[in-house]
């Protein structure tokens, strides 16, 4: 089965500018969840969607980040504006038991 | 906040050793997970442990589950190169279906030929 898809893989971007992020899920996967990884450590979840509905998003920095999942399927996660701290890799993964499948990732580099 | 706690941080043996990487955490937990991330890629899930088992295998892998000292272990036995990855334990505490991990920083193995 096709595993979780990231898009882009790298991004460059300068402080108060705005970045976006897409993942599709394994299909069929009723979980999705957006991680931030900073260098040197493990991944912090940012939000957690059932389906179309946020699950848990209480460590999502709500003035700046932002993510949907309109139709339960794919989902966007956005940072507007940048700041040089949210240089990091961010993770997608989906679930439909416990077990999490992530995708590769986007590397922000935020200069 | 991250639950988990690997130690060492930093690991490296040769080809053919055994390797064990320790987690601790500090609440209750539904079950702990292993996972796996190569230089620059994803994470892969090696092993899951409900909170209810001690041990589990699979293939080279044996993880232990100590709740009463919340502590798991990860041996991988008979070591290889393409074993050098980053190792993460998870735990799940959040109860019900919502299935929410907490990552440790990981343990970087590096196997050397």
């Known amino acids: 089965e096709a595993g979780v898809a990231q898009s882009p893989r790298y991004k460059i971007i300068e402080k108060r500018q705005s970045v976006a992020f897409w993942c599709n899920p394994i299909s069929g996967h009723a979980t999705l969840y957006w991680y931030q990884q900073i260098l040197g450590q493990g991944p912090k979840l940012l939000i957690q969607?059932?389906?179309?509905?946020?699950?848990?998003d209480s460590q999502l920095p709500k003035d700046r980040f932002s993510a949907e999942r309109l139709k339960g399927v794919d989902s966007t996660l956005k940072i507007q504006p940048a700041k040089l701290e949210d240089s990091a890799v961010y993770l997608c993964a989906s679930s439909l038991y416990g077990e999490q499948y992530f995708g590769p990732g986007t590397r922000l580099t935020v200069t | 906040s991250q639950q988990g706690e690997e130690d060492p941080q930093a690991l490296s043996i040769q080809e053919g050793e055994n390797a064990t990487m320790n987690c601790s955490y500090k609440?209750?937990?539904?079950?702990l997970q292993w996972y796996r991330q190569n230089s620059g890629r994803g994470l892969v899930h090696l092993i899951l442990?409900?909170?209810?088992?001690r041990e589990k295998h699979s293939g080279r892998l044996r993880v232990t589950l100590d709740t009463s000292k919340k502590s798991s272990s990860l041996l991988i036995t008979a070591s290889r190169a393409a074993d050098t990855a980053s190792y993460f334990c998870a735990t799940d505490g959040s109860g019900g279906s919502n299935y929410k991990l907490t990552f440790g920083k990981g343990t970087l193995l590096t196997v050397n030929p």
């Open positions: 609440t209750s937990i539904n079950n």
């Open positions: 442990i409900r909170s209810n088992e």
């Open positions: 969607f059932q389906n179309n509905g946020v699950v848990d």
